[in-house]
């Protein structure tokens, strides 16, 4: 059990707080290893099986969700640093194909833990099961948040909400992307979310250039 890397169990010891049994961080130091991953980077696609778990130490994922049907994708939520993916989890659990793809938002590091020993740390470590049941539980609020944003607010005020996530994401103010690209991820309409984005610069909310948008 001694015989674990001491930059993971540093990071883990760092960025998870709430992993806090000294055992079960020495576990995860021996078990798992670094992956590092450029910003657009895919982590996991659609269809696949998930046989590595993430634990973010850096950067930021995006999450996102295949409507078959309209050919669209909608974006769930984001990963920082100090969280992981609770969908991972229940693919994983349930050896199933995923239903989402995940992918850098910016240059990320993650700790990655084979499938294998996820499920028999939830019987051994209470602290790891307290940890997956309160990503599941944070991660259902967030979906909740985005169906009743879905459902019940303007389009202009899901776009700022959107951006903002964004400028998170990023650690900046200045988003990298076009109008096409906003408007799949909120399944929208390249015209209206052009018309919506105006409409912001001219409430002097953001400045627009070519592929650029600055938050004001």
Known sequence: MENFNQEIFELVHKKFPRLSDLTLQKEIARVGFLKSFKAGEVLLSYGSY????PLVVKGSIKVVREDKEESRELLLYYLYAGETCSMSFSCCMMDKRSVIRATAEDDSTVIVIPIKHVDEWMS???????????????????????????????????????????????????????H?????????????????????????????????????
């Open 50 to 53: 998930v046989k590595l778990v």
């Open 124 to 178: 051994k470590y209470p602290t790891w099961r307290n940890f997956v049941m309160r990503s599941y539980d944070f991660r259902m609020k967030e979906m909740i948040k985005t169906i009743d944003t879905i459902a019940f607010n303007k389009m202009d005020e899901r776009l700022l909400k959107y951006l903002n996530e964004r400028s998170v994401a990023n650690s900046s103010k200045i988003i990298n992307s076009t």
């Open 180 to 216: 096409q690209e906003i408007a799949a991820d909120l399944n929208a309409s390249r015209e209206a979310i052009s018309r919506l984005l105006k409409k912001l610069e001219i409430n002097g909310l953001v400045t627009l250039e070519r592929n650029k948008i600055n938050l004001l």
